[in-house]
């Protein structure tokens, strides 16, 4: 591994996105609209169920995102023979995989000054904790998503199969990370699932800091089992990265 | 230390459960050229991926500078372009070959050079997406370039160009064999083996013929490439070599000139 072609491809990631303006204003706008769309749902009613629910989505969105645009664009070096002349250069399989973590991670980063702001200003999110540590959050949220979506695309062949592994990755992440049943209330089993899976800690340190003055001590644990995810995501992705194939 | 930069020993390639290379062994000579023809399905393309290294391969070995195909220190030395063209629709010309230089160590010069080398130049700033097919192909073959390698695999680098930009981009390659580098280049257009040091005929992964042009010419009794292959191809299928009607002969006897 390289830090220079490390960089380089993280820029040029960056680049691909930059040229695709639909793609970015679809990436910055959408969970916008959705916060917005919940915020306007739960105007009505008597207790503030937007304060437990708005974070929560906060902690979803940049996975989901990530996850979605990384699979698809490592898909498309696969199919279009542009990783086929990377893996014959210097270029570590390591590169590939920092430099997507690290051109999402910027994306990331606008997004959750975007949608953390538009949350907490626009719909009147109520946040105790620091808003900074919203945006920390979504930014390692989102390196995770592209770690998974790195890892899911090496098993898929086609485009079909790649956007079919949004549900079969993300789905079940969401529907036990406690947002339409709290954690502790899950059946055994599921909760251990639950225990297991990034996304559930994604949404609880979201909700830790919308929840407490001072949620440092609870956050930090989350963003260490999330950091362990990341890890083995991308060294799993790079080991089914081969440079020979059949 | 031999002076064939490729050197491929008994290899033996399996693709999708089928014997796609049953055995092949060839060399290709240092600061030469050498010409990759053969039908369509022959192995061509999956004889350059196994000499770049990306080919899984069932048995013998490939040798590129006297190291094993694929080993790091060749990275730098290597230059591969696939057959599709593996650039960035997304991104300009110049952006893709910027890329490639900064992955393989070269400056941004280089890549201006590499641009102007396969006549891009004013289209350094469109999106590789708008550019049409041949165009397209030249802007992968810049990424090939910039790097400077030792061993250039070329598969297919002239299909869909005219014939000025043809002689233009032989032009260079005959150029990079005088410095001292060496290239495998692959070709569906026969006319193209006249500009080669040597030839290799590849059919269903079994080399025909390795030899010269007029080597090949003499074996053969034909007058071009084309006739010479199919000759080949004829002799190999166990038909007799029939006299090409008279027609057919007179139009590339006029060609041959
Ligand atoms: N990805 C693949 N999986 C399985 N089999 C493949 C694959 N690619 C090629 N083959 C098979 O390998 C054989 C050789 O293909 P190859 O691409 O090397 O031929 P080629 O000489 O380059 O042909 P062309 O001139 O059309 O490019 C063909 O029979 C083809 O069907
Ligand atoms: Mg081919």
């Known amino acids: ?246 | 230390m031999t002076d064939d930069a490729i050197v491929v020993d008994d290899l033996r390639v399996v693709r999708g459960g089928r014997e796609v290379i049953p055995g092949l062994s060839m060399t290709v000579p240092r600061g030469e050229i050498v010409g990759l023809l053969g039908p369509s399905g022959g192995g061509k393309s999956t004889l350059m991926r196994a000499v770049v290294g990306v080919q899984v391969v069932a048995s013998g070995t490939v040798t590129v500078l006297g190291e094993a195909a694929g080993s790091p220190a060749l990275r730098r030395r290597v230059g591969y372009l696939t057959q599709a063209p593996s650039v960035y629709a997304d991104l300009t010309v110049r952006e893709n070959v910027r890329y490639l230089a900064r992955v393989v160590g070269a400056d941004a010069a280089a890549a201006e050079r590499a641009i102007a080398a396969v006549d891009l130049t004013d289209h350094a700033d469109a999106r590789a997406g708008a550019l049409s097919g041949g165009q397209l192909s030249r802007a992968g073959l810049a990424c090939t370039l910039v790097g400077d390698p030792d061993v250039l695999v070329l598969d297919e680098p002239t299909v869909g160009l005219d014939p000025v930009l043809r002689r233009d981009l032989w032009r260079i390659f005959r150029g990079l064999a005088a410095d001292g580098r060496t290239l495998l280049v692959s070709s569906h257009v026969m006319d193209e083996a006249v500009r080669c040091d040597r030839l290799v005929l590849l059919r269903a992964g079994r080399v025909l013929s390795d030899s010269t042009l007029p080597g090949l010419l003499e074996r053969t009794g034909t007058t071009d490439a084309e006739s010479a292959f199919l000759a080949l191809v004829d002799a190999d299928d166990g038909r007799a070599v029939d006299p090409p009607p008279e027609g057919y002969r007179g139009r590339h006897a006029g060609e041959g000139s």
């Open chain 1, 1 to 246: 591994m390289n830090a220079r072609i490390t960089l380089a491809t993280a820029a040029r990631i960056l680049r691909q996105l930059r040229g695709d303006h639909r793609t970015v204003a679809l990436m910055l706008v959408v969970p916008c609209v959705l916060l917005g769309l919940l915020a306007w749902l739960y105007a009505d009613s008597p207790v503030d169920v937007f304060d437990s629910v708005g974070p929560a989505l906060l902690g979803v969105f940049p996975l989901v995102v990530m996850f979605i645009v990384t699979s698809i664009a490592t898909l498309r070096e696969r199919t279009s023979g542009t990783l086929e002349r990377l893996l014959t250069t210097p270029l570590g399989k390591g590169d590939l995989m920092l430099g997507y973590a690290l051109a999402f991670g910027v994306m990331a980063l606008v997004q959750a000054v975007v949608a953390s702001a538009f949350a907490v200003w626009v719909c009147g999110l109520g946040v105790a904790g620091p808003l900074w540590l919203l945006v920390v959050i979504a930014v390692v949220d989102a390196v995770l998503g592209t770690a998974l979506g790195l890892l899911a695309s090496g098993f898929a062949r086609t485009e079909f199969q790649a956007v079919q592994f949004m549900p079969a990755f993300v789905l079940p992440q969401f529907l036990l990370c406690g947002l339409i049943v709290p954690r502790d209330r899950m059946p055994g089993v599921l909760e251990a699932v639950s225990d297991v899976l990034p996304l559930s800690y994604a949404v609880d340190a979201m909700k830790d800091v919308a929840t407490r003055t001072d949620p440092l001590g609870d956050v930090l644990p989350s963003l260490g089992v999330m950091l362990v995810w990341i890890v083995v995501a991308l060294v799993l992705g790079s080991l089914t990265l081969r440079r020979r194939t059949p």
